[in-house]
Each structure stands twice: as structure tokens, then as C-alpha cells.
């Protein structure tokens, strides 16, 4: 498989707006689930190369806020979502491959909305 896949996406919701307790359960809200469906759409229009279940992957995220609101968020904050969106599209067979993470906030970018730019790469080595 290629060793890079780059994916530009919408901004994923925040923590906070992920879960939502119904009864006795736990459930991603519609906008968490909405949220996993762009990243399959992204996925399907892209179609990438997957990674092997074996491999090692590492993960990179830009964060683009467009207003200052969005750029108080929490660097992290969003990545659980992206990851597993990732996972249930198939890239990946599961998140517990990702073994290095590097997610940064770039300046505020004066547009409509912001963005994240997300970036898998292999860690496996040939020897």
C-alpha cells in the first residue's frame, strides 16, 4: 500500500457534543454519526488503499479553525470521532493500530468554515 493517505474534512463535533445518555445508555448523537458518514463519503470518493490488520499506522491532524471560537477548542479535542470514522469506513481494521499521533492547531483561517486535514501513514518497516 502507498505509505500516505491525506484526507481534507469538515471539523469534527467537539467532545461534548459526541454522546448522548439515553436511559441507561450511551449513544453518539445524530451529528456524531452524521460526522462518520462524511468521513465514509471521503473514503468512497477517495478510495484509498487500506491498511494491512498487522500494520502500525501514524496519524496527523491540522486543525483549521475559521473563527476564534473554534480555535479555543481543545487541540485534541475531536480526534476520537475522526479515528474511529476512519475505522467504520475501513481504512483501518481498528484504531488500536494508530501506535503515533501528532495533531496540531494552525492559525485562524478567516473563511466560511474550518477544516481539519487528517494524514495516515505506515510505520512499518521492511527490512
Not at 476512519?86 to 466560511?112: C, S, T, W
Request: hydrophobic residues 40%.
Amino acid at each position: 500500500m502507498d505509505d500516505i493517505v491525506t484526507f481534507k474534512l469538515p471539523l469534527p463535533p467537539t467532545v461534548n457534543r459526541m454522546y448522548i445518555r439515553v436511559k441507561r445508555r450511551v449513544m453518539l448523537t445524530r451529528e456524531a454519526r452524521e460526522y462518520k458518514w462524511t468521513v465514509e463519503r471521503a473514503m468512497n470518493e477517495f478510495k484509498p488503499p487500506k491498511f494491512a490488520p498487522d500494520s502500525m499506522i501514524g496519524f496527523g491532524m491540522c486543525v483549521y479553525p475559521s473563527n476564534g471560537r473554534e480555535a479555543l477548542r481543545d487541540v485534541d479535542n475531536g480526534v476520537k470521532i475522526v479515528l474511529d470514522g476512519f475505522q467504520q469506513a475501513g481504512l483501518y481494521a481498528n484504531d488500536r493500530q494508530v501506535k503515533e499521533m501528532h495533531v496540531k492547531m494552525m492559525p485562524i483561517q478567516r473563511m466560511n468554515e474550518g477544516y481539519i486535514v487528517v494524514t495516515f501513514y505506515s510505520l512499518d518497516v521492511e527490512v
